[in-house]
């Protein structure tokens, strides 16, 4: 079993369209963070969310913190097609640093 | 300022063949981490250096080591390479130790073993 788990695996929807990814766990973060990987590159720090309920706005991004830090959400708004990539969320575990398996969004012109 | 660079971008190896994969973390970082992303899925934690100790390690064999040099630079070394070993292989450097301070990655380096 996955520490954390997001959904849809795939998304392919049209420009301008909005969409919601999700990052779940059964266990309690005391921060979450998500990262936009783009093909051939690293994966990029959008956010860190650390209080319950929590949310945050980057541009046409929202990024919400479940009240029991156990889950996140990302939501766009009019999706564009340099919004193409692999979501990940994030968060620390221990001495570890544990990705989620990833959102891969393609947004189609 | 330059970002985290890796060395090399590609790499072809067959089983049994050792590998080094080389980081330079950001100007004054002093934490350096190693992932393993196989295609299509999450980046999974190798590795983490801070002030050239070990402060962290995944899930992974003794096949696998790293170290980090007084620079901060660091190298990941793979022996006896499996076909599963195949994989891009990430760096990232952050200003402080265990994975309180922000990660910049690298573009990774992509081994293929045959």
């Known amino acids: 079993t996955q520490l954390l788990e997001q959904s849809p695996q795939f998304l392919s929807i049209q420009e301008g369209e909005n969409l919601t990814v999700y990052c779940n766990s059964s266990?309690?973060?005391?921060?979450l963070q998500w990262y936009r990987q783009e093909p051939g590159e690293g994966p990029v720090l959008l956010v860190t969310v650390v209080t319950g309920g929590e949310v945050k706005k980057l541009k046409r991004l929202t990024f919400q913190f479940g009240d029991a830090r156990k889950d996140s959400s990302l939501h766009i708004t009019a999706a564009q097609t340099g919004d193409t990539g692999l979501y990940l969320c994030a968060v620390n575990y221990g001495q570890n640093f544990v990705f989620g398996p990833g959102t891969r969004l393609s947004v189609l012109p | 300022d330059a970002g985290v660079t890796q060395s090399p971008t590609h790499l072809i190896k067959t089983r049994g063949q050792h590998v080094t994969l080389r980081c330079s973390p950001i100007s004054g970082h002093k934490s350096v981490s190693w992932y393993q992303q196989v295609l299509g899925q999450g980046p999974q934690f190798i590795f983490q250096?801070?002030?050239?100790?070990?402060?962290g390690r995944g899930n992974f064999p003794d096949r696998f080591s790293a170290r980090q040099f007084p620079n901060y630079s660091s190298e990941l070394n793979v022996n006896a390479l499996l076909l599963g070993d195949s994989a891009l292989y990430l760096c990232?450097?952050?200003?402080?130790?265990?994975?309180?301070?922000?990660?910049?990655f690298g573009p990774g380096t992509r081994l293929l073993v045959l």
């Open positions: 266990s309690v973060f005391s921060s």
């Open positions: 990232a450097s952050s200003l402080a130790g265990p994975h309180g301070a922000t990660q910049y």
């Open positions: 250096y801070y002030e050239k100790e070990e402060r």
